[in-house]
């Protein structure tokens, strides 16, 4: 599956060769084929006999059973699950922060996005694409072809920083469409109120998603670093603040701690996936420290 799209390059693509989605691990814990549920059907793998009740189907009867013992029993499966992955990129003012040589937040956010489609579609499972700022700007509904992908790789490199961050919102509109268990992967540097945040997940963790949060986050917005007297704009804002770094740094980075403590307890205490994704590391980076935990 070549790829000529910003956010996915060749190279990317013979890397993510050797990497593997489950769904078992998705939903339970990471990464490595699917996973198995044990559900009535004509499916795969042969799982045990169960007495028959009415209502069932009667294809699932055993009659070379019925004929030896009289008795009526069905054959139940494990059938193959497929996965359904979500993805939800933050495209807010703020994501256009700089990095170098022309690359911002949004696309630091994008190329690991770009990565997680491939990889879904690739063994031909699901993936949806919502882009957001403080609305849904674009969204691209569950698929597993190639057009699909490219589609959705194509609104990823068209995409474009725009106003003031509301995935609460987000997350609200998009809840009568996500209306089956799923998994949920958020891209954002989550610059709101994070019980706002986790109010908006509730209903999707009520429904059983399984949800992972990827704080995107620059080194200076962890560390403003000794910059002397400087003037800082709020991207989302556009409120200007003239100060000397050496007056507010420890503050400023007590203060970053402080809230990223706080996104990170509420997702302990929801059992959500939460992982600060800097942009001095690569996505790549992302996927490997994903395996070394769960695989």
């Known amino acids: 599956m070549a790829s000529t799209f910003k956010h996915l390059k060749p190279e990317d693509v013979r890397k993510l060769k050797n990497y593997e989605l489950s769904a078992r691990l998705m939903v339970e814990g990471w990464l490595s084929g699917r996973h198995r549920s044990r559900q009535r059907g004509s499916s795969i793998e042969f799982h045990e006999y169960r007495g028959y009740t009415p209502g069932d189907d009667p294809k699932l009867v055993d009659w070379r059973v019925f004929a ?55 063994q031909t499972d699901k993936v949806s694409l919502h882009l957001f700022d ?6 691209f509904p569950l698929g597993s072809t190639r057009t699909h992908l490219h589609q959705c790789l194509s609104a990823l490199e068209n ?53 992972h949060l990827f704080q995107v986050l620059t080194p200076m917005e962890l560390d403003i670093g000794e910059v002397g007297l400087a003037r800082f704009t709020d991207l989302e804002t556009g409120e200007k603040l003239t100060i000397h770094s050496q007056q507010v740094r420890e503050s400023y980075r007590e203060a970053v701690r402080q809230r990223i403590q706080t996104l990170r307890t509420l997702a302990v205490n929801r059992r959500v996936d939460w992982m600060l994704a800097r942009t001095d590391e690569s996505y790549f980076a992302l996927l490997d420290r994903l395996t070394q935990l769960h695989g």
């Open 159 to 211: 995409n474009k920083p725009g106003r003031q961050t509301s995935l609460a919102a987000a997350l609200e509109r998009s809840l009568p469409v996500l209306n089956r268990r799923g998994t949920l992967v958020i891209l954002s540097d989550f610059y709101e109120d994070p019980a706002a945040v986790f109010k908006a997940l509730n209903p999707y963790i009520h429904r059983g998603f399984r949800i």
């Open 134 to 139: 403080d609305r849904i700007r674009a969204s």
């Open 68 to 122: 030896r013992t009289d008795r009526v029993f069905l054959k139940t499966f494990e059938q193959e699950t497929n996965m359904e992955m979500h993805l939800f990129v933050d495209s807010s003012a703020s994501m256009g922060f700089p990095l170098a040589d022309g690359v911002t937040k949004l696309d630091h956010a994008s190329f690991f996005a770009a990565c997680l489609a491939w990889l879904v579609v690739r």
